[in-house]
């Protein structure tokens, strides 16, 4: 704990820097609606050229992504292209693996997340993560949802506490399921319900942005197919980046999406026109299913 | 001078490699090409079996009765194994059997006046016997007409002066260096050459049975060989049945050592009631035949001093070593980066490998006395060998097994908790406290249980550090002792082996078993049910 806050009161605070920067962050997203695509929604998340290593070997060659606010980006490609490897840029998870280096820049409303003086666990706080297997903590469901907001001191009372985690739930569709067993072990819920614990524990910290590692790929159709209603629900007010293997499921839940092969961004555009429309080979071999 | 010494040296070195040579020769080598030959007959017998079928390979299905049912490899194995494992098993029943029972059938050439005398005596007597057939090897053809001399001789029926006295033999074994133990009257001497006689036979006999039944085996086992024999299976059932007599040991070893240990204790509570050792709180054993001429007052045998002082260091133990070790553990696991780790936990690891009396000389030369005068400058008095130095030197010891065995659980929770509560926005610190530990606990309990058994059946560092002072206090600078100190005290002493002083050490042994056993059993039931959560 003490060092938690020796780290805090010596990195600048990032809500401050955001009040800085906001200018130009406006700014950014008005340069950018002048040229792009004036359906597009003002960008959350920009990268440029970011390279990732893992040793001496090369995951990432130059991405260059622009995630729009509000709205579903999909990353899809073959195994091992490197879409997780992104998306775990996004909130600096790879810094967790020794042996990874990442280089380029990503900005979060116009402010590099790289930057050393930023602290690492604040920028986390502010994006929620759902990975792959469902993996809710060995404790109470009550206390899955509020382990983030018990950390972050996002209430101030019991009460609030008990409001949040129900809104949590709510939103996560779950509230129903499990209002009478909030004591009961998160493990012990189904594969499905045990991944929507695991979105409402991210929405709980009130995050900004969800990043989701193929949400579904350990679940059976019913529970992906609540999971999917819920993204949709939840892109109102959440950016949410999403890896999948599923094309159905890129098509059905994403406005965006991104082609991913070899480790470099090969189309990226409106889902609709990627699905239908591909400009490149590749992307229209791999949706087609000839490889991949 | 060193040129003398390297030429010495070497040739040591040549004799002792002449010695593995000649060994390796004699012992493996010609078992090993037997059991090759046999294998490669089988296989090429196999092989020619497919070949008359006329085809080149086998490529037919499973079920094709026309192809070999089982590889040819298999089928040398089977043969192998088949051939030589029914007369491996006899020779090794006979050699375990042969012992016994020609000492019995030595004993009972002896005349029936040794048989009315005690044991000790009669044990005394069988092992002159030993001596003296070993000792023949070493005798010439003179000497060896001599000892027959003197062992036909018999007082009873002669009753003339003995040719050949006793004292000579003693004196012919003695120029050989050999010493017995008594002058061997002629019954010992015949009774050695008898023994000689019947071993002779049973491994003339033994070795001849084996290679009788081998042949036999392997002939049978090679006419067997067919297309649609399943050597395949037979090799799997063989192996699967090595395997469950390897188990079989390990738990027979088990019992065995339990009931031995259980017996002795039987006789122990015979003579001394067992409220006076469970409930008893001093610790004064006496020798209750020797010293105190026989009153029947054997002392007392509280067994709750030596309880007290054994968990108290136990305690002390596992005070330094879980801290240390947990944080060690903790450290390595989330925090050290890989090349850090890849050196300092076989470093750490090192000190598991410290055999635990090297531990005691540390305490006993270094620890103690330091802490003796580091509390004379405070003005403590602590005693060279005391609880504390016990204790923190078995807590160092136990560091490297916790940090080990807590690391492997660390490890062992998924990443996927670690990432889930980083992508929440916790630091490393609140991960490990909030959901790594947590998840972790029951098998880091069960490691400290594991530790704690260690702790209370470790016996080197406690004989050299804790003292011999049964008592019940508190004071961590006074020496007390632990069960196993007295274990070792009780039976390295020059006690009668039937005595209550002595046989005491079997129901410490037992208690001590049980406790440690218990303690065991609940971690392992701990970390198993931890196991089943991630699995």
Known sequence: MVATHIVESEAPMLDKKLDVNDQDANNLAEAETTNVDPAKKSTKITSEDIDVYYGEKQALFGINLDIPENSVTSLIGPSGCGKSTYLRCINRMNDVIDICRVSGTIKIDGNDIYDPSLDVVELRARIGMVFQKPNPFPKSIYDNIAYGPRIHGLTESKDELDELVESSLVKAGLWKEVKDRLAGPGTGLSGGQQQRLCIARAIATKPEVILMDEPCSALDPIATATIEELIDELRTNYTIVIVTHSMQQAARVSQRTAFFHLGKVIEEGETTQIFTNPQNEKTQDYITGRFG | ?535
Not at chain 2, 242 to 271: K, M, P, R
Not at chain 2, 352 to 371: E, R
């Open chain 2, 1 to 535: 001078m060193l040129k003398v010494f390297s030429v010495e040296l070497r040739g040591k070195v040549s004799e002792v490699l002449s010695l593995y040579v000649t060994g390796f020769l004699t012992y493996i080598l010609p078992p090993v090409i037997v059991i090759g030959i046999v294998y490669f007959i089988g296989k090429w017998k196999a092989q020619r079996l497919l070949k008359n079928q006329g085809v080149a390979k086998n490529t037919g299905t499973a079920a094709n009765a026309l192809s070999l049912h089982s590889r040819p490899p298999y089928h040398g194995a089977f043969l192998a194994l088949v051939s030589f494992l029914p007369a491996v098993i006899v020779f090794c029943a006979w050699s375990i059997a042969e012992g016994p029972v020609i000492k019995g059938m030595v004993n009972s050439t002896l005349p029936a006046s040794v048989g009315e005398l005690e044991a000790g005596k009669q044990d005394l007597i069988s092992s002159v016997i030993g001596t003296v057939e070993n000792g023949l090897k070493k005798l010439d053809q003179k000497e060896l007409a001599l000892l027959e001399q003197a062992a036909q001789y018999d007082k009873e029926v002669n009753k003339a002066a003995a040719p050949v006295e006793p004292e000579a033999i003693r004196k012919l074994f003695e120029d050989k260096n050999i010493i017995l133990a008594e002058n061997p009257e002629p019954y010992v001497l015949s009774a050695a050459l008898k023994s000689r006689s019947f071993t002779q036979f049973s491994t003339y006999g033994k070795y001849t049975l084996f290679v009788l039944m081998s042949i036999a085996a392997f002939m049978i086992a090679y006419s067997s060989i067919k297309l649609r024999l399943r050597a395949r299976n037979g090799v799997e059932t063989i192996v699967k049945w090595f395997l469950i007599l390897a188990s079989i040991i390990a738990i027979v070893t088990t019992f065995g050592i339990l009931f031995s240990v259980l017996f002795e204790t039987i006789n122990f509570f015979q003579i001394i009631p067992p409220s006076n050792f469970f409930f008893g709180t001093v610790w004064d054993p006496r020798f209750g035949w020797g010293a105190t001429g026989g009153d029947g007052n054997f002392g007392q045998y509280g067994f709750l001093p030596l309880l007290w002082g054994t968990l108290y260091i136990s305690f002390v133990a596992l005070f330094v070593s879980v801290p240390v070790g947990l944080f060690a553990a903790i450290y390595m696991s989330e925090y050290a980066g890989s090349k850090l780790r890849s050196i300092a936990k076989p470093a750490l690891e090192i000190l598991a490998g410290i055999p635990t009396i090297v531990y005691g000389f540390f305490a006993l030369v270094t620890l103690g006395p330091f802490f003796r005068d580091a509390g004379a400058v405070v003005g403590l008095e602590i005693n060279a060998s005391s609880v504390l130095t016990a204790g923190f030197v078995m807590g160092i010891m136990l560091i490297p097994f916790i940090s080990s065995l807590s690391d492997d659980i660390i490890n062992a929770v998924p990443q996927s908790l670690r990432e889930g509560s980083l992508g929440l926005g916790s630091t490393k610190s609140e991960t490990i406290t909030k959901v790594v530990l947590p998840a972790a606990l029951p098998g880091l309990v069960g490691a400290v249980m594991l530790a704690a058994s260690r702790a209370i059946g470790e016996t080197m560092i406690v004989v050299l550090a804790a003292g011999i002072a049964a008592k019940l206090h508190m004071n961590p600078f006074d020496a007390l002792t632990t069960i196993t100190v007295k274990i070792v005290n009780q039976l390295t002493g020059d006690h009668e082996f039937g005595s209550p002083e002595t046989l005491v050490a079997f129901a410490l042994g037992l208690s001590l078993f049980i406790i440690t056993l218990m303690l065991n059993v609940y971690a392992l039931y701990i970390v198993r049910k931890y196991r089943e959560q991630y699995d």
